[in-house]
């Protein structure tokens, strides 16, 4: 049983692990067939697309809260991602990388329980992000980063928030390009 051979390996008893699992599992990373054992979950294009479905409604929305209250601290933070990706990660993901860009722009906002449903998508399709992107895709990702964080500062929301939304699309067609169509598994 999986619990047992994580408790054994990190030291631990099982409950954490059960605990561990159940949180991981419900931010639907994991999928978890009682019998059959735990699997990384693998978004199919339908998901990829609910996603960004959610994301485009709602990250237009938070930035346009945020940007009023951004700082130079936030702007720095900003810039730091944009860096980082520019610096191939730094020994962060892509998906890491993307996070602390958004939550850099979204922290005027002031909406934690926004916050909150922004992290949990992007996690959904964390792995994705990082195996998906290309040398290609990431330098377009950079220059969008540049792009929006530029409009920001000249304080343009309406422009902000269309230069999201774009940078949003073209992730999501990356994404849905990238993703092979996965055979359904089934279990006895």
Not at 78 to 89: D, K, P, Q, S, V
């Amino acid at each position: 049983m999986i619990q047992d051979t994580l408790a054994r390996r990190y030291g631990v008893s099982r409950i954490p692990i059960r605990e561990a699992l159940r949180r991981v599992e419900a931010e639907g990373l994991i999928d978890v067939v009682y019998g059959g054992g735990t699997f990384v979950h693998v978004p199919d294009t339908s998901e990829i697309a609910e996603v960004f479905e959610i994301r485009l409604q709602l990250e237009p929305h938070v930035l346009r809260l945020s940007m009023p209250r951004l700082g130079p601290r936030d702007f720095e933070a900003a810039e730091t991602a944009i860096g980082l990706l520019r610096e191939e990660g730094g020994g962060l993901s892509i998906g890491e990388i993307d996070r602390r860009f958004h939550d850099a722009i979204y922290a005027g906002a002031d909406r934690p329980l926004h916050m909150e449903t922004i992290r949990t998508l992007q996690a959904r399709l964390a792995g994705l992000l990082a195996t998906a992107m290309t040398p290609a895709s990431v330098a377009v990702l950079e220059e969008d980063m540049k792009a929006i964080l530029d409009v920001i500062r000249k304080g343009d929301e309406k422009e902000a928030s269309g230069r999201l939304v774009r940078q949003l699309i073209r992730t999501r067609e990356n994404l849905i390009s990238a993703s092979e169509p996965v055979d359904e598994v089934r279990y006895a």
